[in-house]
């Protein structure tokens, strides 16, 4: 198993409240990713990073910002959650020439 | 629309017996690969194959790819119920806008 972490796994929480979900890995990787996925469904970018100060948007518009200050560590925000952000968010990263390590994700549950 | 599609969408085998599941593409790619999701977990890479190889092997698994039908599949062997999994298939294609790019995933159940 790679050493990338994601916390918390699961997450309840209320309509308008601001919450961060956090990722870091260990193997020093440049490059990290974001991407949400639905049950059964595939996975979706949202974000990535190729190193510090670096961040960019994925293919699906996502309200939650990113921010890469350290090299191992790129937590998710969301500023006011919302029931449509109910999902599984997966952090993942890699080097140059390594496939994706992924974490274990967080479930996320807005009521 | 999305560049890798697996098909089937589910697959329930008997254990002992080989799983098939294909990918197809859309676009021209530098490589593909295989993840393996179990519940509730994040993906675990399973293989990679270039677009330069025609077939690959590790352990039970076997990856073939034909570029001229932008397509591959997946060959686990001997199956397990520990294989029972959702598995993917995501497309790299390198440049300006190099991007990994996931299918929607094959529900692979193994019975004991």
């Known amino acids: 198993e790679a050493d990338i972490y994601q916390t918390p796994r699961y997450l309840v929480i209320g309509t308008g409240k601001k919450i961060t979900l956090e990722c870091s890995q260990t193997m020093g990787h440049d490059k990290m990713y974001w991407y949400q996925q639905d049950p059964g469904m595939e996975l979706h970018l949202i974000h990535y990073?190729?190193?510090?100060?670096?961040?960019e948007k994925g293919d699906l518009s996502s309200e939650s910002t990113v921010s890469r200050i350290r090299t191992e560590h790129f937590p998710l925000t969301l500023e006011s959650a919302r029931p449509s952000h109910t999902s599984q968010y997966l952090c993942a990263s890699r080097d140059r020439n390594s496939p994706l390590h992924f974490g274990n994700g967080t479930r996320l549950t807005v009521t | 629309s999305q560049q890798g599609e697996e098909d089937p969408q589910a697959l329930s085998i008997q254990e002992g017996e080989n799983a098939t599941m294909n990918c197809s593409y859309k676009?021209?790619?530098?490589?593909l690969q295989w993840y393996r999701q179990n519940s509730g977990r994040g993906l675990v890479h399973l293989i990679l194959?270039?677009?330069?190889?025609r077939e690959k092997h590790s352990g039970r698994l076997r990856v073939t790819l034909d570029t001229s039908k932008k397509s591959s599949s997946l060959l686990i062997t001997a199956s397990r119920a520990a294989d029972t999994a959702s598995y993917f298939c995501?497309?790299?294609?390198?440049?300006?806008?190099?991007?990994?790019?996931f299918g929607k995933g094959i529900t692979l159940s193994v019975r004991p």
């Open positions: 676009t021209s790619i530098n490589n």
């Open positions: 990073s190729y190193g510090v100060n670096s961040t």
């Open positions: 194959i270039r677009s330069n190889e």
């Open positions: 995501a497309t790299y294609r390198s440049g300006a806008n190099s991007k990994l790019t």
